[in-house]
């Protein structure tokens, strides 16, 4: 028997065909590169208008407010509340409105003054507040927002 000679190579593999030319080719999402057809770009920029003139008529949206719980404590229990209160009624901001108040115990003795106020969010930062109010070292030891909520 002749000893036939079989290879155990592999054809070559293909070159893949050249790709389109550039001008021809889409991009990834399939669109092609042409203008937009002045018809609807007409159209677009009308209920773009149609949209702001409506949005215009509307008017401006009211302040966002919020109300605000604030607890502040003394130093102490021989620590004058009624000047407390009046230390802190003295802060005067643009978009701030002091509401009502009351003394709540905390235990031996001791008291806090919790108030309402109303804030404009863009206008009041209630960390601002806060650090106004701890300004009175003599009367106040801290302060804590015990309670918030949007109106």
């Known amino acids: 028997m002749a000893a036939e000679s079989t290879s155990n190579t592999v054809p070559p593999a293909e070159v893949p065909a050249a790709s389109k030319p550039a001008e021809e080719e889409e991009d990834l999402f399939g669109s092609d590169s042409e203008e937009e057809d002045p018809a609807v770009a007409a159209e677009r920029k009308k209920n773009l208008e149609e949209y702001k003139a409506k949005k215009a008529a509307k008017g401006p949206k009211p302040a966002a407010k919020s109300m605000v719980t604030l607890e ?3 130093w102490d229990d ?3 509340l009624e000047e407390l209160e009046a230390n802190v009624r003295s802060i005067e901001m643009d978009g701030l409105v002091w509401g009502a108040s009351k003394f ?3 235990g031996y ?3 806090k003054l919790q108030i309402n106020i109303v804030v404009e969010d863009e206008k009041v930062s209630t960390d601002e507040l806060q650090a106004q109010i701890e300004e009175f070292e003599d009367h106040v030891q801290s302060t804590d927002v015990a309670a918030m909520q949007k109106i």
Do not use: A, L, Q
Request: charged share 35%; glycine share 8%.
């Open 72 to 74: 502040v404590k003394p």
């Open 104 to 106: 709540v115990d905390i």
């Open 109 to 111: 003795g001791i008291k």
């Open 78 to 80: 021989e620590t004058n």
